[in-house]
């Protein structure tokens, strides 16, 4: 199965910045990458697929990007309400879809 | 809207069995595939398998073969998730989750999650 690895697994950020989520898969998944946010407590949402294609009613603030085997996560501009731990999921080599270990932002 | 609403939780006794369920609404049940995921307590997610909401036939992940079984009731719109001889390490919150793919045609990630549902296994 294919493996996703994300880095950082945790970060500390204020208010306003902007913060880049990476995420390195095994082997080749073309643009076969969604990323989710997920707070204490609450499901998975969608907040990007196809790599870089944005879910219907997610800021734009969020950002996707890469193909191949590097992606990225981009909050532009971080929200309070942006704290939280993120995923990314690769679907090109199914089965399994495989999620990458989480990334925790945090407040500085 | 689209909602996905799941029972609530559970606490079991190992070697027990145990039954989720997942209500669909706001969209043709049977047009979207239901997924099932796994989160252990403090770790990530993990794919268990997916259900064809058309013709009932499950596909199950390497690791969730033979104690899970995936069902539904079509005429509620509601998937089940049903664990037998239940063990400590089947203690996690499971959600269900669609694939946006309309009919035959899958995309394999996931628009709407259930609210997920603990289900704690312990003596």
């Known amino acids: 199965a294919i493996q996703l690895t994300q880095s950082p697994s945790s970060l500390s950020a204020s208010v306003g910045d902007r913060v880049t989520i990476t995420c390195r898969a095994s082997?080749?998944?073309?643009?076969?990458l969604a990323w989710y946010q997920q707070k204490p407590g609450k499901a998975p949402k969608l907040l990007i697929y196809?790599?870089?294609s944005l879910e219907s009613g997610v800021p734009s603030r969020f950002s996707g990007s890469g193909s191949g085997t590097d992606f990225t996560l981009t909050i532009s501009s971080l929200q309070p309400e942006d704290f939280a731990t993120y995923y990314c999921?690769?679907?090109?080599?199914?089965?399994?879809?495989?999620f990458g270990g989480g990334t925790k932002v945090e407040i500085k | 809207q689209v909602q996905l609403v799941q029972s609530g939780s559970e606490l079991k006794k190992p070697g027990a069995s145990v039954k989720v369920s997942c209500k669909a609404s706001?969209?043709?049940?049977?047009?979207?595939?239901m997924n099932w995921v796994r989160q252990a307590p403090g770790q990530g997610l993990e794919w268990m398998g997916w259900?064809?909401?058309?013709?009932?036939?499950?596909t199950y992940a390497q690791g969730f073969t033979g104690r899970f079984v995936f069902s539904l009731d079509t005429s509620v719109s509601t998937a089940y998730l049903q664990i037998s001889s239940l063990k400590a390490e089947d203690t996690a919150v499971y959600y269900c989750?669609?694939?946006?793919?309309?009919?035959?045609?899958?995309?394999?990630?996931?628009?709407?999650w259930g609210q997920g549902t603990l289900v704690t296994v312990s003596s």
């Open positions: 989750a669609r694939d946006p793919g309309v009919g035959d045609y899958r995309e394999y990630y996931f628009d709407y």
């Open positions: 706001g969209y043709t049940f049977t047009s979207y595939a």
């Open positions: 259900i064809n909401t058309n013709t009932g036939n499950p």
């Open positions: 082997q080749g998944i073309s643009s076969a």
């Open positions: 196809d790599a870089s």
């Open positions: 999921q690769q679907f090109n080599n199914y089965p399994p879809v495989t």
